[in-house]
């Protein structure tokens, strides 16, 4: 039973515009929320998080919102670049647990 | 510091054969995971060990999935026997106390197609 749901497996975007993966969550445990982006033939590495305590983090391009009472989080990336074109996994944890619980991943493809 | 490095990056195996897959974590990282990445289920954690110690296995499939950790610095993840479902890529993944909620650093994984 997957507690961490990405429902869109892919994503395709225009260069310059507004990237926004979506990610649910299902248990109310969790209080650590991060995004991991992954290219072909690489493992996954740490793109932002966010914990429980704040609603929006923000680094460069990439921002990271978190709605608690819909357990719903978002990435947004903007402006969206060919360099972003990746999988990103969702990925939520419970306090004092490293055990990481992943999403299944949306591919994004921003095209030229 | 060269990141966690995972032995072999690709392996083919036959159905029913014994496989071993090997990661070494980074350095003073005390915790290590086995995740496996599929199509469908993306990414899920096998097991994971804190200190050389499993701690949850909750994640092995069956019983023809085992991993130690007999160090500090080395752990293997064995299939045996393989069998064609089985055909993933399989990470490996190190973490430090005192990172409570940060990221965990992945290796490149080991593809694993069994025939």
């Known amino acids: 039973d997957q507690q961490v749901k990405q429902n869109s497996p892919s994503l395709s975007v225009q260069e310059g515009r507004i990237s926004i993966l979506n990610c649910d969550y299902t248990n109310s445990m969790f209080d650590y929320f991060l995004w991991y982006k992954k290219y072909p033939a690489e493992g996954p590495t740490f793109l932002i998080s966010i914990s429980s305590i704040k609603d929006k983090n923000e680094d460069g391009r990439f921002t990271v919102f978190l709605n608690k009472s819909a357990k719903h989080l978002s990435l947004h990336i903007v402006p969206s670049q060919p360099g972003d074109s990746a999988v990103y996994f969702c990925a939520a944890s419970v306090n004092n647990d490293y055990k990481l619980s992943f999403g299944a991943g949306t591919t994004v493809t921003v095209r030229a | 510091d060269a990141g966690v490095i995972q032995s072999p990056r690709h392996e083919v195996t036959e159905m029913g054969q014994e496989v071993t897959l090997r990661c070494k974590p980074i350095s003073g990282h005390d915790y290590l995971f086995w995740y496996r990445q599929t199509m469908m289920r993306g990414l899920e954690l096998l097991i994971y060990f804190n200190n050389n110690v499993p701690i949850d296995d909750s994640g092995m499939p069956e019983d023809r999935f085992s991993a130690k950790m007999p160090n500090a610095s080395f752990s293997t993840l064995k299939i045996q026997p393989s069998e064609p479902r089985d055909s993933a890529v399989y990470f490996c993944?190190?973490?430090?106390?005192?990172?409570?909620?940060?990221?965990?650093?992945f290796g490149q994984g080991t593809r694993l197609t069994v025939v």
């Open positions: 993944a190190s973490s430090f106390k005192g990172a409570r909620g940060t990221e965990a650093f």
